[in-house]
């Protein structure tokens, strides 16, 4: 059934203002884009508005929202490629309503997303977003959910700022905010070109107050295949990066700032591991030193057998080591990047 064969469905109107906004940036996912706004028109909550985000896309994004574009919700906003930070500001610039959700074009919102997570905003003047749970799928061994369990460090049902820099509050990227905060926080910043949603739910969070979890599965992440090495060294970038902008922002002695020290310290380590990685499996044995020296106090049992196997086969480390890469790539069966043997791995 083709979009306009399934039109809006009582209660809607266009005389009643949105109740938010859903951005949809759609850079090279036009054959995906249906089922992204197939998810949104499904919405419990009929009073939103759409502004899908062509931002020189190399697909044919106006021909993949075209059959949409009979829904008087839903715009097309095409532009030149900036960047998804730019492209997601240019389109929150062309709306209206109080409420902001962010909706990847590749991805799809459950029935009640939109309901469930602008209820609990405008029920809770502290909270600065609201984030769900989602089902992870695509190119993955097996579906799972994105967290296990409550975030953060209290209730699990709210995070602090410290829960959200150490990531013990994860955020999913198809979160809801409001417009006033956005507009507080300069919106998304376009010199961040990995982790800028990151950077986004730690800016916000600044300003006070805390974030909300709603431990339910009401969207979908779609996990496509990607380059492993390129994809892990900017995303540490990214987030190294995301952290000195915090550290800069927080008073001196703030706990916050203890924190965002630890994580940049941290993230240095698993940058510094992932640069050794990549130079053993090029050929350079003798980054085996490197890479085990930015391991960490915390090596687990299964790399101590590794590097005890190195050291007396040093020619094992460059298969071993790609063969892992591999395994772990976004795409090549598990929803994660696993960077350095931290035993910790971030949120997508």
């Known amino acids: ?30 054959h995906l884009l249906a089922d992204a706004l197939e998810s949104l028109r499904a919405q419990s909550m009929r009073h939103w508005e759409c502004v899908v985000v062509d931002d020189g896309a190399p697909d044919d994004v106006a021909s993949a929202v075209a059959p949409f574009l009979a829904d008087p919700r839903i715009s097309l906003l095409q532009t030149d490629n900036a960047g998804v930070s730019t492209a997601r500001n240019r389109a929150i610039a062309m709306t209206n309503a109080p409420m902001i959700a962010l909706l990847d074009g590749d991805d799809m919102l459950r029935p009640d997303y939109l309901a469930r997570t ?34 953060g460090t209290g209730d699990g049902k709210r995070g602090t700022l410290a829960d959200v820099l150490d990531r013990s509050f994860g955020v999913y990227i198809g979160s809801t905010f409001r417009r006033s905060d956005f507009d507080a926080v300069g919106g998304f910043d376009p010199a961040m070109s990995h982790a800028e949603d990151f950077d986004f739910w730690v800016r916000l969070m600044l300003l006070g107050g805390h974030a909300l ?61 992932s640069l050794a990685a990549n130079r053993i499996i090029d050929g350079d044995r003798r980054a ?61």
């Not at 469905?9 to 859903?22: E, K, L």
């Not at 029920?123 to 975030?151: K, S, Y």
């Not at 001196?252 to 310290?265: D, K, T």
């Open 1 to 30: 059934m083709t979009a306009r064969e399934n039109p809006p469905s009582p209660p809607y109107s266009t005389r009643t203002p949105a109740r938010v906004a859903v951005i949809v940036p759609a850079y090279g996912v036009a």
């Open 118 to 151: 602008c209820a609990a905003l405008e029920e809770d003047e502290n909270a600065r977003l609201a984030t769900v749970n989602a089902r992870i799928f695509g190119a993955v061994r097996q579906e799972c959910p994105c967290f296990a369990g409550g975030q």
């Open 213 to 273: 979890y709603i431990d339910e599965v009401l969207a979908d992440y779609r996990v496509r295949g990607q380059s492993a090495s390129a994809s892990e060294l900017k995303m540490l970038k990214g987030n190294i990066q995301t952290f000195e902008k915090a550290l800069a922002a927080l008073p001196e002695g703030a706990p916050e700032a203890a924190i965002a020290r630890r994580m940049i310290a941290l993230n240095r380590r698993e940058l510094r591991f």
């Open 288 to 348: 085996l030193a490197s890479l085990k020296a930015s391991a960490g106090p915390e090596l687990g049992p299964v790399w101590r057998l590794y590097f005890a196997l190195w050291s007396v086969i040093p020619s094992l480390a460059a298969p071993m080591l790609a063969l892992r890469r591999r395994r772990h790539a976004r795409g090549a069966g598990v929803p994660e990047i696993e960077s350095a043997p931290s035993g910790k791995v971030q949120p997508a």
